[in-house]
T-cell receptor
Framework: GNSVTQMEGPVTLSEEAFLTINCTYT??????LFWYVQYPGEGLQLLLK?????DKGSNKGFEATYRKETTSFHLEKGSVQVSDSAVYFC??????????????FGKGTHLIIQP | DTAVSQTPKYLVTQMGNDKSIKCEQN?????MYWYKQDSKKFLKIMFS???????INETVPNRFSPKSPDKAHLNLHINSLELGDSAVYFC?????????FGEGSRLTVL
């Protein structure tokens, strides 16, 4: 079956530090890949996505590149802010023909940015 | 307008009770989902509906029953609530690939 593995948290960084959150996946075919963010007390919001190999998703200064050879989709940001503190989820969706397949999520990485 | 809305946002109830959580999406999507998020933030898919037909049921106890009166609504009914049902339940709908989530309903069973 499909699975997503991401680094366990919490990850604590100082403001303006460089961020990397690792994500690797297992899938039988060619999934679409996503990063979602969950701020405290809120639902999940799509941060970025990539649908095929070598695609780079980007949003709000965050980037992730779909690496088929290493089955990875690591999230990066050059300079984090306190407002980036949240839980980040890596996820994949593999189309199986059923039409209603959902996303498979990693366990989430809690990011804490200190002033 | 909120794209995916669910009510109530908070629900506190006693063991053994029956409760429902409602979900509505105004995005015109054909597929909707229910996810459960536990205390460790782990997200597990419970159900999905595509054009009012149940497609996925991920080993969820039959005390949980999804009900979809129309394409824009997917409600979750839970019978005989147990302590372990305490969690945040998220409704979502799917567009071209990504899912759009509601803000969650925090269920606490005492």
């Amino acid at each position: 079956g499909n699975s997503v593995t991401q680094m366990e948290g919490p990850v604590t960084l100082s403001e303006e530090a460089f961020l990397t959150i690792n994500c690797t996946y297992t899938a039988t075919g060619y999934p679409s890949l996503f990063w979602y963010v969950q701020y405290p007390g809120e639902g999940l919001q799509l941060l970025l996505k990539a649908t095929k190999a070598d695609d780079k998703g980007s949003n709000k200064g965050f980037e992730a590149t779909y690496r088929k050879e290493t089955t990875s989709f690591h999230l990066e940001k050059g300079s984090v802010q306190v407002s980036d503190s949240a839980v980040y989820f890596c996820a994949l969706r593999e189309y199986s023909g059923g039409g209603a397949d959902g996303l498979t999520f990693g366990k989430g990485t809690h990011l804490i940015i200190q002033p | 307008d909120t794209a995916v809305s669910q009510t109530p946002k908070y629900l506190v109830t006693q063991m053994g009770n029956d409760k429902s959580i409602k979900c509505e999406q105004n995005l015109g999507h054909d597929t909707m989902y229910w996810y459960k998020q536990d205390s460790k933030k782990f997200l597990k898919i419970m159900f999905s509906y595509n054009n009012k037909e149940l497609i996925i049921n991920e080993t969820v106890p039959n005390r949980f029953s999804p009900k979809s009166p129309d394409k824009a609504h997917l409600n979750l009914h839970i019978n005989s609530l147990e302590l372990g049902d305490s969690a945040v339940y998220f409704c979502a709908s799917r567009g071209t690939g990504e899912l759009f989530f509601g803000e969650g309903s925090r269920l606490t069973v005492l």
